[in-house]
Antibody
Framework: EVQLVESGGGLVKPGGSLRLSCAASGFTFSSYSMNWVRQAPGKGLEWVSSISSSSSYIYYADSVKGRFTISRDNAKNSLYLQMNSLRAEDTAVYYC???????????WGQGTLVTVSS | QSALTQPRSVSGSPGQSVTISCTGTSSDVGGYNYVSWYQQHPGKAPKLMIYDVSKRPSGVPDRFSGSKSGNTASLTISGLQAEDEADYYCCSYAGSYTFPYVFGTGTKVTVL
């Protein structure tokens, strides 16, 4: 059974940093591109970042470029999102999601809440 | 990159059909056959319902179908059931090496 489990969310002050993790199991993690998608409270889904299976290709939404860094460790079946210079507008539930094909995500974690507030 | 445009809400009675539109541009929806649809119940993670415009993943009822015409993609739910009440989001490839994916604004489906 495919499972994605996010962790690392919490309350952080504006300007602070946080590192999210996503532990994958039930599939060959190293064969799939992975993504982070976020959802602000009461709002819609927003794609944040993607990383290819071998980390050769990395993409970011303009809203996080230069502040967030996506990475993965295929030996540990884990995906990460390092978030620096956090802003109030980064407050959201962050989901990790597996690529099924172009622009489709077939498995999602349960999400981890990041709250940026003083 | 602007979000794709979806109606804020649609509704229908059990057994009826509803269609949700997802309007983009020739740079995203209209330019590629890579549109997906997600169902999200309150407090839950999104679930993939349609990918590559009209393909259904295993386990998704055939009441759900997808199509595309020009810059607008559509999700149709036939034989509406109470459990279909949820938020629905479209997503499209945007063709950019720097910004490949864009989601829709989301549609609340209400079963009357």
């Amino acid at each position: 059974e495919v499972q994605l489990v996010e962790s690392g969310g919490g309350l952080v002050k504006p300007g602070g940093s946080l590192r999210l993790s996503c532990a994958a199991s039930g599939f060959t993690f190293s064969s799939y591109s992975m993504n982070w998608v976020r959802q602000a409270p009461g709002k819609g889904l927003e794609w944040v970042s993607s990383i290819s299976s071998s980390s050769s290709y990395i993409y970011y939404a303009d809203s996080v470029k230069g502040r967030f860094t996506i990475s993965r460790d295929n030996a540990k079946n884990s995906l990460y999102l390092q978030m620096n210079s956090l802003r109030a507008e980064d407050t959201a539930v962050y989901y990790c999601a597996r690529d099924r094909s172009v622009a489709s995500f077939d498995y999602w974690g349960q999400g981890t809440l990041v709250t940026v507030s003083s | 990159q602007s979000a794709l445009t979806q109606p804020r809400s649609v509704s229908g009675s059990p057994g009826q059909s509803v269609t949700i539109s997802c309007t983009g541009t020739s740079s995203d929806v209209g330019g590629y056959n890579y549109v997906s649809w997600y169902q999200q119940h309150p407090g839950k993670a999104p679930k993939l319902m349609i990918y590559d415009v009209s393909k259904r993943p295993s386990g998704v009822p055939d009441r759900f179908s997808g199509s595309k015409s020009g810059n607008t993609a559509s999700l149709t739910i036939s034989g509406l059931q109470a459990e279909d009440e949820a938020d629905y989001y479209c997503c499209s490839y945007a063709g950019s090496y720097t910004f490949p994916y864009v989601f829709g604004t989301g549609t609340k489906v209400t079963v009357l």
